[in-house]
């Protein structure tokens, strides 16, 4: 359950199905959530709305997660979303692409929603105590 309030969960994924589960799991644990099926629509729902996190694949059309993420770095800095990479991208060096690129965490699919869901709520609670 998110802390507080209802967390804005933005999701983003060019895989429909996936992002029909997200939504389902995401809302019935109290997350407010929108999504995007592609880079450039997520970043046009990002500024439209300040979600709290923000989850990206890296491989979408018309702009890669990583682009998105660096994007929202450069507009907001001071809003600190947790950005989250779910992505099939595997190897360190990927890894480490995403964490350059303004991730807060890379994750491979197949990721557990249990464990998504624990990765957004520990850090959430971290950044609320931090504040």
Known sequence: MPIGNAARLLIADDDL??????????????????TAGDGVEALAQYCA??????????????MNGR??????????????????????LSSLSEQAESSQSGF??????????PILLATITSSRAWRASDA
């Not at 589960?21 to 109290?30: D, I, P, T």
């Not at 709305?49 to 059309?61: E, F, N, R, T």
């Not at 890379?106 to 929603?113: Q, R, T, Y």
Request: glycine share 2%; aromatic share 10%.
């Open 17 to 34: 199905n996936l992002l029909d589960a997200y939504v389902l799991f995401f809302n019935e644990h109290g997350y407010q959530t929108r």
């Open 67 to 88: 682009a998105v993420a660096r994007e929202i770095r450069r507009v907001q800095p001071a809003h600190c979303p947790l950005l989250v990479a779910v992505t099939s």
């Open 49 to 62: 709305w300040w979600p709290d996190a923000v989850i990206l694949d890296i491989q979408m059309p018309r």
């Open 104 to 113: 807060d965490y890379h994750l491979v699919k197949p990721v557990a929603l």
